[in-house]
């Protein structure tokens, strides 16, 4: 592991990644990371404190104002990124080995977000040189008035471990395209490809102090990072309890924060829907990645008229799922990525019934051979959609099959929910997928087909599913601020100073 230090403990030891190079952490302490499939310790991560993130915003605060990063133009921070993503392609594999490791999704699966990882930076690289200011139609024609877009300053980012580098990559790309700085807290259980992502940031040219990382605990690292005064923005993915006190810190300083939150989001088949696609469309957003992505398809809603085909043929298929080694090939499904998640998602299921619902399939753990966090996956009947089940935020392979009647019914349903992440709609009916996406409160709608993406599609969470935009060139905006400069070219006398305007 090149991104850590050799002790004389055989495991090895992830350190900070602080102003181009590896810092041990200030309290001399190290918690071990564990592969959630096989229980084993993959390595110790530094525990960064106060004065570890002290040290990396000092670092990214000097980096914004030393020439060699302030003095470059936008084609060449651009051609950095491309540059940058030029190397994670060719670090993909053992990058994504590592985080499949790390939190226990499918290595397929990590592989193929690895692949796309590069395009991301091809597209903020592409982007850098081409957003602009514009010049404003005055209505004095002595008056030039024109905008410029200039960087923030340092940004924390705080991400969550379902999909470290993507997420991490969704933040960096544009804010590093902008002319920002960056001190990065990963997820304590995944820290490993964020420190490995910096050290790639090194080698492909960023200066020291442009991109720095410190590990650590979210109560620890995560809350001295948002604490820390010198921020100039906070852009955030967890969750919305955790998000929710970011909010409050910013809003106390008056700086930007973009919140990418969780969801509970609406999976909905109608009668004329392509049932079979349907149904893999259902297996696709909640079973996919042990359903721990926060756009999971977890409250499914059937037409009465489909209702019984479609829950047999999500049961046939996730029936057949095969539980093992997410570095195995074969695999389907994973483990959840660590105990606490493992316990909570069972004590929803058991709230499930509690609550009134049946657990029509799964709901056990299964025995696969070896001793991981592994879960059935679950499908729910009997639930109503003001359940608990239906209304919290469970992240694991759980969901719940509702029947409805009417086209109204199922929208009110759908958005009677705190949360507006995502929404998929299963129909062959082009009006009624005009209605529904209208009608539908999330930030993205999927039309037959779920869990889509792309780095040139902005992306948004309604009401408690987050705060900002992430993806396509609205994302660039979220790391620039807006000047406005008025050039008078007159050089006569002020006429009147008390009515001085445009
Ligand atoms: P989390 O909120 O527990 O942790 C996210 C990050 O915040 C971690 O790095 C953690 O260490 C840090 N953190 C925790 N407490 C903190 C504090 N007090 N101050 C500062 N930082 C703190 O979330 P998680 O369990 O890692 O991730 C799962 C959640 O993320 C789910 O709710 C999921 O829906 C959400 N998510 C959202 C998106 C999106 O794009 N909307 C994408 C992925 C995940």
């Known amino acids: 592991m090149t991104a850590t230090t050799a002790t004389a403990a055989t495991t090895p030891r992830l350190d900070h990644f602080i102003n181009g190079e590896h810092r041990t952490p200030a309290s001399g302490e190290y918690f071990a990371s564990t592969n959630p499939a096989t229980l084993e310790t993959l390595y110790e991560v530094a525990r960064g404190t106060d004065e570890d993130v002290t040290a990396a915003v000092d670092a990214a605060h000097r980096a914004f104002r030393d020439p060699a990063w302030a003095g470059l133009t936008a084609t060449q921070r651009g051609r950095l ?197 349907a149904a893999m469309g259902v297996v696709a957003g909640v079973f996919a990645a042990a359903g721990q992505t926060c756009i999971a398809g977890s409250r499914v809603f059937a037409h009465r008229s489909v209702y019984d085909e479609l829950l047999e043929k999500v049961t046939r298929r996730a029936s057949t799922i095969r539980i093992g080694n997410p570095v195995d090939d074969d695999t389907e499904l994973g483990p959840l990525a660590f105990e606490a998640q493992l316990n909570k998602v069972k004590s929803y299921i058991d709230l499930g019934r509690s609550e009134g619902a049946t657990v029509h399939y799964g709901g056990d753990r299964p025995d696969v051979g070896l001793p991981g966090y592994f879960l059935q996956p679950t499908v729910l009947t009997d639930a109503t959609n003001d359940m608990r089940v239906c209304r919290e935020e469970i992240f694991g392979p759980v969901t719940a099959v509702i029947p409805f009647d009417t086209e109204e019914e199922v929208l009110r349903l759908a958005n009677d929910t705190e949360y507006g992440l995502a929404a998929g709609v299963w129909t062959s009916n082009l009006q009624r997928a005009m209605r529904m996406s209208r009608g539908l409160e999330a930030g993205t709608v999927w039309i037959n087909t779920y869990r889509a993406m792309s780095p040139m599609s902005p992306r948004q969470g309604f009401k408690k599913s987050g705060v900002g935009i992430e993806h396509g060139i609205e994302s660039m905006y979220e790391y620039t601020r807006l000047k406005s400069v008025w050039i008078n070219t007159d050089e006569g006398p002020v006429a009147d100073p008390f009515v001085m305007r445009g």
């Open 81 to 277: 990124l491309r540059r940058l993503g030029d190397l994670i392609g060719e670090y993909g594999d053992e990058l994504a080995l590592y985080e499949s490791l790390d939190n226990g999704k499918l290595l397929r699966e990590m592989r193929g977000q690895l692949k796309s990882v590069p395009e991301y930076l091809y597209y903020y690289g592409g982007l850098a040189d081409k957003v602009q200011g514009s010049q404003i139609p005055a209505s004095n024609l002595d008056i030039i008035n024109f905008t410029m877009r200039e960087p923030l300053g340092v940004v924390g980012a705080i991400t969550p471990w379902n999909s470290p580098i993507t997420l991490t990559v969704s933040k960096l790309a544009p804010a590093l395209a902008a002319g920002n700085t960056l001190v990065i807290k990963p997820s304590e259980y995944t820290s490993r490809t964020i420190v490995r992502l910096a050290e790639i940031a090194s080698e492909a040219g960023f200066p020291d102090g442009v991109v720095n990382v410190v590990t650590g605990y979210g109560a620890e690292a995560g809350a001295a990072l948002v604490d820390d005064l010198r921020l100039a923005k906070i852009s955030f993915t967890g969750s919305t309890a955790t998000g929710a006190g970011i909010a409050r810190s910013a809003a106390g300083r008056f700086i930007g924060c973009t919140l990418e939150l969780g969801g509970k989001s609406p999976n909905i088949v109608f009668g004329d829907a392509d049932v079979d696609n």
